[in-house]
């Protein structure tokens, strides 16, 4: 669980008792590419830390097209929190697009652990935090960057992307046709 405790280290230092704690909820799993980590009206319980791999949320539009909301690659967490919060059924599908390592933690017994203990409480804030502002960076840049200023984002934030996903899925991350894709692509300077 040596990864574990690496990336507890980049929201807020744990004690050793407090890792211990956690490590007695988290199972690593592994799941094959294309496999629905969550499924579109499944009621999900747990969250997700992915170690390896590439992982993609995304939900279906009233004429059956896919929208990618989110590109998950390591470290990140991942999992619907508004559903696990509401305790209703996923809006999104949450699907591997390559084989994918990842910590799975039940979230109702992280949310207990983090009432007990205040230091667990203030990890699960920071992570907290940590979402919100990722989740707001991504709304900023639809409404403000242009699509080849969108595109050059996720390459920075997403080295070797484009040889890691599909070309459609990259496309529907950014909110453009696959054509359009095409387009930037030939028109940047790599």
């Not at 990140?76 to 996923?90: D, H, M, Q, R, Y």
């Not at 459609?168 to 359009?180: G, K, M, R």
């Amino acid at each position: 669980m040596e990864f574990f405790r690496d990336f507890s280290q980049n929201f807020h230092p744990l004690s050793e008792g407090a890792l211990n704690k956690l490590f007695n909820i988290l199972t690593i799993k592994k799941f094959s590419k294309g496999y629905e980590v969550v499924s579109l009206g499944q009621k999900s319980t747990n969250i997700y830390i992915l170690k390896k791999g590439t992982i993609r949320s995304y939900n279906i539009g009233v004429k059956g097209k896919e929208h990618t909301k989110t590109l998950y690659t390591p470290v990140i967490t991942s999992g619907n929190l508004s559903a696990l919060i509401k305790n209703e059924p996923s809006e999104l599908v949450y699907e591997c697009l390559t084989d994918c390592e990842v910590l799975e933690c039940n979230y109702q017994n992280f949310y207990n652990l983090s009432l007990e203990y205040h230091e667990i409480s203030i990890f699960h804030y920071k992570i907290l935090e940590s979402i919100y502002i990722r989740e707001v960076s991504k709304i900023l840049e639809l409404q403000m960057l242009d699509a080849t200023q969108r595109y050059k984002k996720l390459q920075e934030n997403y080295p070797n992307i484009d040889n890691l996903i599909n070309q459609y899925h990259i496309a529907s991350y950014l909110n453009i046709t696959p054509v359009q894709l095409s387009r930037i692509r030939k028109n940047s300077i790599y």
